[in-house]
């Protein structure tokens, strides 16, 4: 499945969203490219929070993503508590140095689990 903005997606001065989500093996992989901002927050809500019953574990690949704002990082949280109140692992990986900043100053590093140099679970 993919989502775009409604705004005109040919137009490389509109920022976008776009979503793959396929399965591998028990987990559910959701690729995001683009921007994960302000306006932007409820494609990943509308692709991911439906998974979340049927999921026993949800990948979040975040390799191309560009940028994440407060509304982005807060739809990421509000997606784990969703994902832990239904027993279901929400697993962040490929997160670039920009965008663990992010983690990391806002303090919201402090509740992930960090597999590695790229791999991050929410507990």
């Not at 969703?82 to 663990?100: D, Q, W």
Request: overall charge neutral.
């Amino acid at each position: 499945m993919s989502a775009v903005t409604p705004a005109d997606p040919a137009d490389p001065a509109v920022p976008t969203l776009t979503l793959r989500t396929h399965v591998e093996g028990e987990a559910t992989i959701v690729h995001c490219s683009g921007n994960l901002t302000h306006g932007l927050t409820y494609i990943l809500r509308d692709e991911v929070k439906p998974l979340i019953p049927q999921c026993k574990k949800i990948i979040l690949d975040l390799t191309e993503l560009n940028k994440l704002d407060s509304m982005g990082l807060g739809s990421i949280v509000a997606l784990y508590v969703s994902a832990k109140t239904a027993g279901t692992a929400l697993i962040l990986i490929n997160l670039s140095p920009k965008i663990r900043d992010i983690f990391r100053i806002t303090n919201v590093w402090s509740v992930l689990e960090v597999y590695g140099e790229n791999i991050i679970r929410m507990p």
